[in-house]
């Protein structure tokens, strides 16, 4: 059994209902009893194609899945939900990221974990902190040292009414 976070995103098509149904479809990804997620925020995008705000989470949980199996049915929850991938950081129904697999290191073709950009980007920082205080990344440092004030000023907590 591994402890893996995994980042959520979407800003099209009801983005907290995106959110929503990802959780339900990652609970059966999950051992029983293990998963939770951090409150939502909101962030602005990434990149310079316009579109709307972004609704973004992290989520934790223990699976047996190895990592490429995990990555396989994240791919598949974003297709469910209507993924498409035109174009790099624009609009998306939902976006599922593995942050962490564990203390692992991985780097492939597929995938490289950490995540290649999660020590920079608030939406996943603040997120995964508040999820797991004290979190250590494989390297060795701690999240809550990774995150600015700036950071913090950028993201506001969503309320379910949001």
């Known amino acids: 059994m591994t402890r893996v976070y995994v980042a959520l ?24 009893g293990s998963f939770r997620v951090s409150p939502y925020y909101g962030s602005r995008p990434m990149g310079e194609v316009a ?28 297709l469910d939900q209507g993924r498409e991938r035109l174009v790099r950081w624009g609009p998306r129904t939902l976006d599922l990221d593995l942050l962490l697999y564990g203390n ?3 780097c ?6 950490p995540h290649y950009g ?27 040292s990774l ?3 700036a950071m913090r000023d950028e993201l506001h907590q969503l309320t379910p009414c949001d």
């Open 51 to 78: 579109q709307p705000d972004y609704v973004n989470a992290v989520a934790c949980f223990d699976t047996e899945l190895e990592p490429l199996a995990l990555l396989d049915a994240l791919q598949a929850i974003e």
């Open 104 to 106: 692992q290191v991985i």
């Open 108 to 113: 492939s073709d597929r995938l490289t974990v």
């Open 118 to 144: 999660m020590k920079d980007r608030s939406f996943v920082l603040i997120p995964l902190e508040s999820l797991t205080p004290g979190l250590m990344l494989p390297c060795g440092t701690p999240v809550q």
């Open 147 to 149: 995150i600015t004030q």
């Open 9 to 32: 995103g979407a800003n099209l098509a009801e983005p907290i209902s995106q959110l929503n149904r990802a959780c339900e479809a990652l609970l059966s990804l999950a051992a029983p």
